[in-house]
């Protein structure tokens, strides 16, 4: 870890290797080992993130903001340049020239990309503060713990392949304590997994861990045309005209989100994206659709 922070030759006030000692003074309590260091790391309640934003596009776009909270999308379609988001009573929720579609593992059920996206069941667990020595920083290693907040510390997170449990489970408890024990070695006997509350997530993640940002592929017109793009590049698959997704975030949605916003409003408005083109072609949708008709299986 120190030699990644030495070669890359990061700003000191970015990112930094502390040996344990200095970890120790930084977090205030007892670790397992040393590590990277940010100092402008933190952590965010996503909800208060999105009702900020919320807020804040509603301020600046006046009546061009309407939300339509608790209507589920039952279909989507096309018409006279138009998309259109069905309720399951055939009812017009709303009705665009651009969509995005931004709804994790669902995604699918209304727009093909030619590939299956997995579930992955994430369980946190919380703690009262006066049960464990928690650390004054954000603390993350094989799993993560973050300082107490109103009398709660939460600890996480299990990856779960194969659950589809919407509750928290003893086993998840017991997983969340034991990575928290490796990480703070100096914290008092942890309380009983059945004793404990946490709350669980579903994480929505692609094959090759990559996020899904860009212009969805027509993947019914790709596989009439599947003859001709056998030597095909990414610009050569047909796509939906006006559909966009950002999916597949995995345990990174913060991180990747704001980026992926920027991203998708580049391509939307045929400015200059914000990343190279290698890593913009790495994150989008029609990835999967190009290499099955390039084998011709698609």
């Known amino acids: 870890m120190a030699g990644v922070v030495s070669l890359a030759g990061y700003p000191a006030d970015y990112a930094q290797y502390l040996p344990r000692e200095e970890a120790e003074a930084h977090s205030r309590c007892r670790l397992h080992a040393g590590g990277w260091w940010f100092p402008g790391g933190g952590w965010i309640r996503p909800a208060s993130l999105v009702e900020a934003q919320l807020a804040a596009a509603a301020g600046r776009a006046g009546a061009m903001l309407t939300t339509h909270f608790g209507a589920a999308v039952h279909a989507i379609s096309r018409t006279d340049n138009r998309w259109q988001a069905f309720a399951a009573d055939g009812s017009v929720i709303a009705s665009a020239p651009i969509l995005v579609l931004a709804n994790s593992g669902d995604m699918t059920r209304l727009a093909s990309v030619a590939q299956p996206l997995a579930s992955v069941r ?177």
């Open 122 to 298: 994430g369980q946190v667990s919380y703690l009262r503060a006066d049960a464990v020595a928690a650390p004054a920083v954000v603390l993350a290693g094989r799993g993560y713990v973050l300082p107490a907040f109103e009398g709660i510390v939460v600890t996480g997170s299990t990856y779960d392949f194969g659950i589809d449990d919407p509750k928290p489970r003893i086993e998840g408890h017991a997983a969340n304590l034991a990575r928290l024990s490796h990480m703070l070695p100096g914290a008092a006997a942890l309380p009983d997994p059945a004793t404990l509350e946490g709350a669980v997530g579903f994480r929505c993640v692609a094959p090759d861990r990559m996020p899904l940002v860009g212009a969805l592929p027509d993947v019914d017109a790709a596989r009439q045309q599947q003859a001709g793009l056998s030597g095909a590049q990414l610009p050569d698959l047909p796509r939906c005209p006006g559909l966009y997704c950002a999916s597949g975030y995995g345990s990174r949605g913060l991180v990747w989100a704001a980026l992926a916003g920027e991203l998708l409003a580049s391509l939307i408005e045929g400015e200059p994206p914000p990343l190279e083109g290698d890593l913009a072609d790495a994150l989008d949708p029609a990835r999967f659709a190009l290499r099955q008709a390039r084998r011709g299986r698609l």
